[in-house]
Structure formats: structure tokens, C-alpha cells
């Protein structure tokens, strides 16, 4: 199974503040990889997909990139809903894996 | 708009099985694959399987083969999730989730295993 190392498992920082979160994938996946963001209450939402294609409805201050086996998240511009959970997934290979998720907190 | 509705809350004696429901609504059902995820109490997400309601294809992840089986129906657009012989570790949020990105995610079903 493809490895997905996600960092950091835990991040806090201010409002406006720009961030990046970081999964590293243990073989190639090309561009076969989304970001994931959930809620306290539970409900998962797709971000982002294929490494760097935003969802509808998604806002503007998120985006995706890679370098090399390194798939990044930013967020340019905290917000205060941004305060959630977020997990890579790699879909390239059966099975599907999920990075270990990254809790960002409210510095 | 696409939609994944999931059963509700189950509480389960050791020992048992337990069947979960998706029915889905706002696109062609039998055209994409459906997935399920587990989920641990404070813990990350993990691929159980998934179905081509189509064809009733379906592959699993080793770890759940025994443990989980899936199930279609076409005619209610409802995709299902049995897990036997259930123990403590199977307590779990369990979620679905359309096509193989996963675009789209139900709101999750939470099986509780207890005497």
C-alpha cells in the first residue's frame, strides 16, 4: 500500500496568517490526489482535486501544488471556519490511503 | 445536487452484524463507485471497499476482507455496508463516498459495538 505522511499533525496559527500542510507519498501517484477538510461535527468535504483543481464553491484562498512526491495545501489567509481537520488522500493505487490528517488550531 | 444520505446510529452486541445504508440521489447511481471509510474515535480515515452499483463489482481492502461486505441496490439507489462478528474496534463513524476521488461524502453513520 501507498504511504501518505502527512505534516504537520498539528498546526496553530492566527487569523490571516498564510499556512501550508504538507503529505508525502511513499511511491509515485502522479497527480492523483486530493485534500479533505472535516468538520467538528463530522461532515467531510473535498477541497481539492488532482493535486491542484479546486472544488466548486471552494473559496479562492485555497490551493494545491506539488513538488516532486511532496503534495502541499496552503491557505493563503486564515479565516476563523478554517480551524478544522484536513487529510490528504491518494487515489492513484487500490487501495485508497489518507495522510494521518493535520488538526489546525487557533493560535 | 449530489447527495449521499446515511442510515442512522447503531448500537450492536459483540458478536453481531449490522447492516448501513447510502441512498444516493442526484446523479446516475449506477455509473459511479461507491466507498466507505472508517473512521476510529479521534482517529484518521481508513478505505474499507467499494461497489460499482452497475455491475455489483467490488474490492476491498485486505484488512476488511471477511469483515465488511458491500452490497448495491439499483432499483433504491442505496448502497450497503454489512460488518459481522463485530468487537469493540469496529466501533466507528462509518461514511460513504461517491466515485473513486471520493468527491462527494454522506454524513457518516456511527456504529457503536456493546454489551
Known amino acids: 500500500d501507498i504511504q501518505m505522511t502527512q505534516s504537520p499533525s498539528s498546526l496553530s496559527a492566527s487569523l490571516g496568517e498564510r499556512v501550508s500542510l504538507t503529505c508525502r507519498a511513499s511511491q509515485d501517484i502522479g497527480s492523483s490526489l486530493n485534500w479533505l477538510q472535516q468538520e467538528p461535527d463530522g461532515t467531510i468535504k473535498r477541497l481539492i482535486y488532482?493535486?491542484?483543481s479546486l472544488d466548486s464553491g471552494v473559496p479562492k484562498r485555497f490551493s494545491g501544488s506539488r513538488s516532486g512526491s511532496d503534495y502541499s495545501l496552503t491557505i493563503s489567509s486564515l479565516e476563523s471556519e478554517d480551524f478544522v481537520d484536513y487529510y490528504c488522500l491518494q487515489y492513484a493505487s487500490s487501495p485508497p490511503t489518507f495522510g494521518g490528517g493535520t488538526k489546525l488550531e487557533i493560535k | 445536487q449530489v447527495q449521499l444520505q446515511q442510515s442512522g446510529p447503531e448500537l450492536v452486541k459483540p458478536g453481531a452484524s449490522v447492516k448501513i445504508s447510502c441512498k444516493a440521489s442526484g446523479y446516475a447511481f449506477s455509473s459511479s463507485w461507491m466507498n466507505w471509510v472508517k473512521q476510529r474515535p479521534g482517529q484518521g480515515l481508513e478505505w474499507i471497499g467499494r461497489?460499482?452499483?452497475?455491475?455489483?463489482?467490488?474490492n476491498y481492502n485486505g484488512k476488511f476482507k471477511g469483515k465488511a461486505t458491500l452490497t448495491a441496490d439499483k432499483s433504491s439507489s442505496t448502497a450497503y455496508m454489512q460488518l459481522s462478528s463485530l468487537t469493540s474496534v469496529d466501533s466507528a463513524v462509518y461514511f460513504c463516498?461517491?466515485?473513486?476521488?471520493?468527491?462527494?461524502w454522506g454524513a457518516g453513520t456511527t456504529v457503536t459495538v456493546s454489551s
Open positions: 463516498a461517491r466515485s473513486g476521488g471520493l468527491d462527494v
Open positions: 488532482a493535486t491542484s
Open positions: 461497489i460499482y452499483p452497475g455491475d455489483g463489482d467490488t
